[in-house]
């Protein structure tokens, strides 16, 4: 049968239905819900549709008619609640970057393995820099005073440093730096 041509609830019986039965409803559903409003109130609009929907299962009258749509209302439920339960958890009022990345150990032993294998590659005074300057975040002058040599030669030997590096970083992919788009 078409949908334009099947028949459906009138609007005075779902009227009644509503008056009859919806506040009982309700407060089942509110139960159901865990006192979640919104949804309660969605499954018995739900609920009411279907009775709208289907006027045969109210040949009885609006008055008798309580034991189906609580039987509906509680089938519409369960499907909600399978939805949500196949459904990834909502996380409400935090946001995905507000929340902490969870720290993997492993991660940053393979970070500190790949930095020493691509240190060995390089002078032992270019290394020497590389490490007081960026993994010991010390400053030019400290770094300076620390190795002997005069600011320049360390910003010197800084440049030269990474100018090497860059190779050997590239023959790791997750170290590769973006190719540069085609003119």
Do not use: C
């Not at 929907?53 to 009258?61: L, N, T, Y």
């Amino acid at each position: 049968m078409p949908l334009s041509a099947r028949s459906t609830l009138d609007q005075e019986t779902l009227a009644e239905l509503y008056r009859l039965h919806g506040g009982y409803l309700l407060r089942a559903l509110l139960r159901v819900t865990n006192g979640d409003r919104g949804k309660a109130e969605d499954i018995l609009q739900e609920t009411l549709l279907r009775a709208w929907q289907h006027p045969e299962s109210i040949s009885r009258g609006a008055a008798q008619s309580r034991p189906w749509l609580f039987t509906v209302a509680r089938r519409i439920a369960i499907d909600h609640f399978r939805m949500a339960a196949a459904r990834a958890q909502e996380v409400a009022g935090e946001m995905l970057e507000d929340r902490p990345l969870p720290d993997d150990p492993y991660e940053g032993v393979l970070a500190a393995r790949d930095i020493e294998v691509a240190l060995e590659n390089l002078q032992p005074h270019h290394r020497e820099v590389l490490v007081e300057l960026h993994l010991k975040d010390r400053s030019v002058a400290e770094t300076a005073e620390r190795l002997g040599v005069p600011p320049g030669t360390v910003k010197s030997r800084n440049f030269y440093a990474i100018r090497a590096l860059r190779p050997v970083l590239a023959t790791h992919h997750e170290y590769a730096p973006d190719p540069l788009p085609a003119a």
